[in-house]
């Protein structure tokens, strides 16, 4: 049996809760929290480093399978009652698991980005949904990774965690403070960097051979695009070429797009003639 | 200077605030409820008939042309009171401003499709902001229009009406209770009727010429993806190759690229050999 934890006011409870508060109080502490049954779950499957695993008693019967798994790979564990597992919570209706999980140090400079692959990168992205639906779409089409570039929202924010269904755990991703600076160095790695541009005077992006190199595909802000050094550092810029009213194609779906067009050869469409 | 309301117990605000309630009441009385500046705005531009207006005074200092926007178009203006606009939220945050619109009670049967277009078709869709940015990115990229099979989640629910950005208002969409007999109906006009399903044996998306016919593009619900029946009603079945984890991809990312992918050719990737 775990220990249990039944007041509000318990120190590694209010620890915990902080984590969901700020990104730099993650960072301080090298910590975040996972909230879910199956997220935790996925987090422990994917080899992240759990220091402590949280369920209800009424968790348990639900999601008995799920929190084992977590708690096998969980340094230590606690039961906690109703009304303390609420403080952890960014839901009306909380699962009632949730673990503290480390943060991957590990070098993850756009330097040491493996060559020979596609890669998406992301500029000052402000959406954490965002984030996490395109880092989700990015591992199914079997994207190289993703670099964060300039100030994006942060990666392990519970909104990004939950809406990439686990890609957190499992898709390299590089930071990229410095856009420029890592333009640069990928075009020196020998990538191509083309930026992603909503102007129909750009090359569109089916005219694209990504089949012949490493790419790395630039995107946006939500609100503002592109920063303009941003899109001349590019070795070239492409556009979605679209009949419709081209100002509806949200971040997410425009980065689906761009990364299935850069996948497309590769993924089977390369048979088609048209 | 219009009427004020500032009483949480008026009648036309309990009314109102009802409507965000279930698909059953807005049905029942052919109203909807839109919040947000920017999607009154986009009501009233959409030549949707509002019947209400409601600001509070905040609101109307920070999004004076959008109101005034939507005040044009309104039959009745109010006033209300910060702690009345609450009552009509869904919003940690309320911009202060919505409109009830009255449901367009045009005929929106299968039969009634322009032919001639592509179109994509939802069967029992469940998530209210997965159908709201499908919408989105069908306007963005020229689709003919939506038509909601089986039992969908509503189109004039708060969420949807939000993630949707006001194509809602902008894009037609038919209505197909009984799926099986829609396709049989779909298929009758000359439109290739595709079922979207995540099997690999099925045809690449890539490998299909949509540009030689008007197709339907038949996607499933989240969880369950396309009835048997649907499928075998279908002229054909096809997937989107994936080279990474294919669970990972949404609904709203994989309506993207299969409709993408039916607009492509038309959009501009014609001219490519890959």
């Known amino acids: 049996m775990p220990d249990q934890i039944t007041s509000r006011k318990n120190e590694i409870i209010k620890q915990a809760a902080r984590l969901c508060t700020s990104a730099e109080i993650r960072r301080e502490h090298g910590l975040y929290l996972v909230e879910g049954a199956r997220l935790c779950r996925d987090a422990?499957?994917?080899?992240?480093?759990?220091?402590t695993l949280f369920y209800t008693a009424q968790a348990e019967e639900k999601y008995k399978e799920y929190i084992a798994s977590a708690?096998?790979?969980?340094?230590?564990?606690?039961?906690?009652?109703?009304h303390v597992a609420a403080l952890l919570s960014e839901t009306k209706t909380p699962q009632g698991v949730f673990c503290v999980c480390k943060m991957n140090r590990a070098v993850r400079e756009v330097r040491t980005i493996p060559v020979g692959r596609h890669y998406l990168a992301l500029e000052n992205l402000q959406d954490p949904a965002n984030l996490g639906a395109?880092?989700?779409?990015?591992?199914?089409l079997g994207i190289g990774g993703v670099i964060l570039g300039g100030s994006c929202c942060d990666i392990y924010s519970p909104k990004a965690l939950r809406?990439?269904?686990?890609?957190?755990?499992?898709?390299?991703?590089?930071?990229?403070?410095?856009?420029?600076?890592a333009i640069k160095l990928l075009r020196d790695m020998n990538f191509a960097c083309f930026a992603?541009?909503?102007?129909?005077?750009?090359?569109?992006?089916?005219?694209?051979?990504?089949?012949?190199h490493p790419t790395v595909l630039i995107v946006g802000n939500e609100g503002n695009g592109l920063a303009k050094e941003t899109i001349q550092a590019c070795s070239g810029r492409v556009t979605i070429p679209m009949l419709g009213r081209a100002e509806s194609l949200n971040a997410s779906a425009s980065?689906?797009?761009?990364?299935?067009?850069?996948?497309r050869a590769e993924s089977g469409g390369v048979s088609v003639g048209n």
């Open 163 to 181: 809406a990439s269904m686990g890609a957190v755990f499992r898709l390299p991703f590089f930071l990229a403070p410095d856009m420029l600076c």
């Open 44 to 51: 422990a499957q994917s080899g992240v480093k759990i220091e």
């Open 196 to 212: 992603a541009v909503p102007d129909a005077a750009a090359q569109p992006v089916t005219a694209v051979n990504f089949h012949n």
């Open 71 to 82: 708690a096998d790979s969980a340094q230590t564990v606690y039961e906690v009652a109703p």
């Open 255 to 263: 980065a689906a797009i761009l990364m299935w067009e850069m996948m």
């Open 134 to 140: 395109i880092l989700r779409t990015a591992e199914a």
